[in-house]
Each structure stands twice: as C-alpha cells, then as structure tokens.
C-alpha cells in the first residue's frame, strides 16, 4: 500500500519506554508502506536506537532503511545537568524541566523539515510526535506538513492523564474522590492515584504550566495513534475519540513479531529481547534465567521488575521480601538499589531480610535478578503466573500479550490508571498498594501473591481473562493474507487518510 517516495519523521519524547514504542512504529509503517521513515532525537538517544536496531538485527540492512537524525539539545538554557537526556535520576523540577526543555528541538526539527523539502522537493508527508510535544503542531504547519501526536501509552491511561491536565483542579469538593470529564459517571478516581506534581498541579506551577499548553495544543494534530488494540479497550477508545474528537488510530501491541504469533504456553527460542529493548546488560546471564525458568511448574513462578528506571523504598523493598519467602512461591525480581541509594550501585544485603538471599538460593525458590532482566521472554515462559508491576504501559501490554495477570503497584505517570483500568475494566489485576511512599507489611504481599497466583477462585478466574484479552491483543496484529488484525487495519486506515490529504493539498 501507500507511494513508496513518501516520507515520515518521528519524534519520540526522550526516555526508554517512548523510544522503544517509535521505533517500532516506524517498523511498521516502513514494512506496510515502504515510506522512507526518519527518526530524530537527541545525540544520546540517536546512538541508543542505532545500538538497539544494531543489536537486534546484526545481519540485517534494515538499519539503512530507517534514518536516525542526531538534533542538537539545548537544556542548559533550563537548568538542566549537562548532557541530560534521559529521566533517570532526576527529581520532580529537573524532570519537568527536561520536558520543557524538550522545546529547544523546535528549531532544529524546523530546519530537518526544511531539509528534507528542499532535497525531495517535498516536506515530509506528516510527523509523528510524542503527544508531548504539542509544540510540534505549528512547527509542522510552519514547514508545510501535519502533526499526528502518538500516545505510547493506553487509551485509558491517555485519556485519564489528558483529562487530568486539561481540568485543573481535579477535586471540586472535599472527597478525596472525584470524577474525569471523558470518562463515564461511574468511573471514580481517587486522589491517591494522582502523582505528586499532579496533587499539587492548579494552573500556575511549572508541570501545569508546561503540560497544559502542550496537551491542548497536541489535540489540535490531524489525529493520535495509541499503543494498544480495539479489541481490548473498545470502551476506552471511544471515549477518547468523543472526548478529543481527533481520529485514533490502535495499532499495538508495538511488540516485536515472534511474541505475537505464539500460543502462550512456551517461549519464543532463541530471542534475546533484552538487545532489542535497550542494549543494558541483565544481572544475570538470559540462559540462566530461561534455564531456571524450565525447572519450574507451569504458571508457578512471580515475575517482580517495576519498569527501565523505577525502585521502591527500603522499607517496601524489606516488606515485599518478607511477603515473598512467607508466601514459599517461586520468583524472579528485578532488583535495584532502593530510593536514597545510587540505581547502579553496588548491591547491599541490609536492604533485605537477613540471609534473604542465602535462603531463597538453597531453597531455590527465587531468583534475584540485579537491574535488568529479559522481560518478554520472563513473561512468554510458561512457568510465568503473574507479574508484580509498575503498570507502565509496556510492561502492561507485555504481560497481556502472553496471557500474564497482574498484580499492580503503580508509581509514577499515568501508571495509576492503567493499574485502575486493568482491575476495574478488564478484571485481570489487583493493586497490592500505590507509590514509595505507602506503608506495606509483608502479610500483605503474601496474601495478594497466595491470591492471584491461586490455581482456583479469583487468580484462576483472573488468568482466563488473560488469556482471553492475550489472544485478542495478539490477533490484533495477525497478517494472514487478506486477513489483517484491527491493529494493522487501524494502520492501514491512517495511511489511506494521509494520503488523500496529501492529494487533496496537491489539487
Ligand atoms: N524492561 C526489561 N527488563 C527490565 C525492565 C524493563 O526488558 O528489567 C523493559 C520492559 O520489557 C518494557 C520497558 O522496559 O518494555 C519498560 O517500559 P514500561 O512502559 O513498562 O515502563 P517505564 O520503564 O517506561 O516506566
């Protein structure tokens, strides 16, 4: 399909799990399409997503087929560290700085634009850009194309943190619940849920001051692409479609192929994910894990990593571990130093119960997994019960994809909706508490593990709804032929659209 001399530029917002989404993205619609498909960011990001096309295809040419543009970054004029490009480590004010700081791309995304006018005697058919650009919208006009904003989270997620913004303040009465303009009477959200910066968000602090602005001009693209599938959030689709009254596009799960096609009862062989996903090295070796992982019962063992950057206190960390060895099931976690402690310092037992580590060893009943672990493939193993998550988007359509239920504990972002989306509207998760700063004994967890990992009653009830929602999301993007999935369709959608916009410019 498409006109193979038409060409697309992407703009992902600056961290891993947004940059991972894009590139797929622009897979996609490099393989449906054969249009010529640029991805810009910054010097640092630029090198990661060669190192990752690199690492996932050494033998291929595909990294020819997908230009990366290196634009120059400018956060010094925010009070940014120097050579900052990513949000790891950073506290609340240099986050929000480093998002705002993310305008300093206006011009250089302007001059590519240019560039690109000039040498193919056309702008690029549109740019897609992380939703939170909106700044985006007039630099696209400015150089003759069109925006279209991609949310890499869900529809209910995005529309939540889309409606969170554009509605200060949340709370028009005393109750610590309220309700969401887009979102149905029933849906109640709870202040808890709410980071920090979103508390304490009424307009004129510096997360408002930037967000609002650039959510609202975002909704003025030519229309949205969301990382998820028609089939599983119907509802959530259409009310932000009403609520935005943009086309959205579902065109996830953006997950790689080999994880899309299994039954969800083995692992795809072969496949080191972790390469594809980010080039860090895992704490242990991906064969001795898949290894351990073959020793176990079907569906017996936990799966625990909350997301590419995040930790818990100490206290939780102490909790969590007392609640697992109580609870005598297997586990892998990914584990980092707690919060206060440098993410990728050494490792230090007095974080942990003592001889924790020592006894789930002998025993064999877990495996400690320090910073980085081959997720996808955690997951697509058949001994994988559950997942103790953070609710990134990711990690949710991850899990969902193989058929995984999910025992929430989110942290940051819009992982508080996603988390209240997965127990409310898709019944296949409970929330086992909220941020790092929640109070959590270890009878807790052991209660929550012992339930959902349960082989009856709720933890089965909540595995068949898994598995349901993992053969629709995965069918959502089967190629058969003629028969193509929603997700490929939506996609498919979106180019025929494009198309004729640019026709209807060039009459
Ligand atoms: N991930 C991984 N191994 C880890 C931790 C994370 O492969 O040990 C990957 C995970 O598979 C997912 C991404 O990192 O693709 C995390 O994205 P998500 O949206 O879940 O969370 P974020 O990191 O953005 O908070």
């Known amino acids: 399909m498409g006109s193979e001399n038409e060409h697309i530029v992407l703009l992902p917002f600056m961290a891993h799990g947004h940059l991972i989404p894009f590139l797929a993205l622009a897979r996609q619609i490099h393989q449906s399409t054969g249009f010529k498909i640029t991805i810009a960011n910054t010097p640092l990001n630029i090198q990661y997503l060669h190192n990752t096309i690199s690492c ?3 033998n291929s040419s595909e990294k020819f087929k997908i230009n990366l543009v290196e634009l120059p970054f400018c956060s010094s004029d925010h009070g940014l560290p120097p050579n900052t490009e990513n949000t790891e480590n950073l506290s609340f004010d240099l986050i929000i700085n480093f998002f705002a700081s993310s305008q300093s791309l206006k011009t250089p995304l302007y001059n590519l634009l240019m560039g690109i006018k000039e040498k193919e005697g056309k702008p690029p058919i549109c740019i897609i850009t992380d939703i939170f650009f909106g700044w985006a919208v007039d630099v696209a006009k400015s150089a003759g194309t069109t925006n279209v904003a991609f949310s890499t989270g869900g529809a209910y997620g995005t529309l939540a943190y889309i ?13 610590d619940e309220f309700t969401l303009p887009g979102f149905p009477e029933r849906c109640h959200f709870h202040i808890t849920q709410l980071h920090n910066y979103l508390r304490m968000a009424d307009g004129t602090d510096d997360w408002s001051k930037f967000m609002q602005p650039q959510i609202s001009q975002s909704l003025e693209s030519y229309g949205m692409f969301c990382n998820t599938a028609e089939e599983i959030e119907p509802g959530a689709l259409q009310w932000l479609r009403n609520y935005t009254k943009l086309p959205v596009w579902a065109i996830g799960p953006l997950l790689p192929q080999s994880y899309l096609k299994k039954s969800s009862s083995s692992a795809p062989s072969g496949s080191s994910i972790y390469n594809q996903h980010s080039g860090k090295k895992p704490g242990v070796n991906p064969e001795e894990i898949i290894e351990w992982l073959d020793l176990r019962d079907p569906g017996s063992v936990l799966y625990i990593s909350f997301g590419s950057q995040n930790t818990i206190s100490s206290s939780q960390m102490m909790a969590l571990a007392i609640g697992l060895e109580a609870s005598a099931k297997s586990f892998i976690w990914v584990i980092r130093p707690p919060i206060g402690f440098d993410l990728r310092g050494e490792f230090r037992s007095e974080w942990l119960p003592e ?3 020592e006894r789930i060893k002998e025993i064999k009943q877990g495996l400690l997994v320090r910073n980085w672990a081959p997720q996808l493939e955690i997951l697509s193993h058949k001994s994988t019960g559950a997942f103790l998550s953070h609710c990134g988007w990711n990690s949710v359509i991850e899990s969902l994809s193989q058929g995984v239920p999910v025992i929430g504990w989110p942290m940051a972002a819009e992982q508080a909706y996603n988390s209240k989306m997965l127990v409310e509207e898709m019944g296949v998760a409970v929330e086992l508490t909220r941020g790092v700063q ?32 993992g053969r629709q999301i995965r069918g959502s993007m089967i190629e058969d032929g003629e028969d193509r999935g929603s997700s490929l369709k939506g996609l498919d959608d979106f180019v025929r659209s494009i198309l004729l916009r640019r026709q209807d410019q060039s009459v």
Request: glycine share 8%; charged share 30%; net charge positive.
């Open 56 to 58: 996932n295809n050494p």
């Open 163 to 175: 409606s969170l913004w554009l509605n200060l303040p949340h709370r028009k009465t005393n109750s």
């Open 355 to 357: 001889g924790f580590e």
């Open 438 to 469: 929640s109070t959590i004994v270890g009878q807790e967890v052991k209660n929550v593990i012992e339930m959902v990992m349960d082989k009856a009653g709720k933890g089965q009830e909540m595995k068949e709804k898994a598995e349901k929602i």
